[in-house]
């Protein structure tokens, strides 16, 4: 059996998560099953002073127990470079402030482990990163440019467009070829934002689901699919989208195959990547969910599997 580790937890306040669908509170459930002591702090507790990388946090235990998940300790400044692993768990927006922070953790890591690598999850922003596999992709145009967009819908008619930095499917819309509000779209887009939109063909077999894939230090282990609700384009269970049980294609498998290898090189050990109708469309490393809905599915506790590999790469 490991040592027990000293585990810091960068997440969003516990007292409002959802104890039966987030995959924070799952991971510690089973860091703590293992020994491991937990603190838990919010992103704006971390601090950056002469090289030292301090939080003021909480040590935490959790339980199963809706109402009653959690107890906290007395806030004390933690020395993030004297634990051995540090979770970065908070939810995007990938904006400046999230940019920040792996700016601040990466004066710690590798000595502690940051999970993910900051400087990765940095680098590989979900629909970016994504784009350097396009022979897996669905056609995708990522652009300010009006005139480019206008083309890119002449040839494909029927579009999805989505802000470049979004997440949980806000500000996601599907255009078909008979709507008239991709100008104003843009137009409210752009007023918004200098940030360049993604324009995506769309692919109607987002109907039958957009698979979650887990990978785990670049191995596919389980599978979700996410059914959207009647007359939404998007899948996202924050919109109504429903999880359902599903098994993996031999596309999917060659999918994760292929991705694989660089997401463990960039040391990603938690990935949750999107697929659909056989296209892979979004590769999500800040903060990927989906752990509880296969371990009530399949009985497949991926937790372990992520604590395994955490693990196996924390220094003895």
Not at 142 to 167: C, E, M, S, Y
Not at 210 to 228: H, S
Request: contains cysteine.
């Amino acid at each position: 059996m490991a040592r027990s580790l000293k585990v810091a937890v960068q997440m969003d306040p516990i007292a409002s998560i959802n104890i039966e669908g987030d995959s924070t509170f799952a991971m510690m459930l089973e860091a703590q099953s293992r020994g491991h002591a937990l603190w838990h702090y919010h992103v704006r507790d971390l601090a950056l002073l002469g090289g030292q990388v301090l939080a003021q946090a909480q040590k935490v235990e959790v339980r199963r127990e809706k109402g009653n998940h959690f107890t906290l300790g007395a806030a004390e400044e933690l020395d993030l470079g004297q634990v051995d692993v540090v979770l970065m768990r908070q939810d995007p927006p990938f904006d400046m402030a999230y940019i920040t922070a792996t700016h601040i953790l990466e004066h710690i890591h590798p000595k502690t482990l940051v999970v993910n690598d900051p400087a990765s999850v940095r680098n590989a922003p979900e629909k970016l990163f994504v784009t350097h596999f396009p022979e897996l992709m669905p056609e995708t145009l990522v652009t300010a440019d009006v005139g480019q967009i206008r083309k890119f819908r002449q040839k494909h008619g029927d579009i999805i467009i989505k802000p470049l930095f979004g997440n949980g499917g806000a500000g996601v819309f599907h255009l078909r070829p008979e709507d008239p509000n991709m100008n104003a779209l843009v137009e409210m887009f752009t007023e918004r934002s200098r940030e360049p939109l993604v324009i995506q063909k769309y692919v109607p077999a987002v109907r039958e689901g957009d698979k979650r894939i887990i990978l785990v230090d670049g191995v596919a282990m389980g599978a979700i699919n996410r059914v959207p609700a009647a007359g939404e384009a998007r899948s996202n269970m924050h919109v109504g989208g429903k999880a359902t049980p599903t098994v993996m294609t031999d596309r999917e498998k060659e999918i994760c195959a292929a991705i694989g290898p660089e997401l463990q090189a960039r040391g990603m050990i938690f990935v949750g990547i999107d697929v659909i109708g056989g296209y892979l469309t979004e590769i999500n490393v800040t903060s990927p969910t989906g752990l509880q809905e296969i371990a009530r599915f399949d009985g497949v506790h991926l937790e372990r599997a992520l604590w395994d590999a955490i693990e196996a790469k924390v220094s003895p």
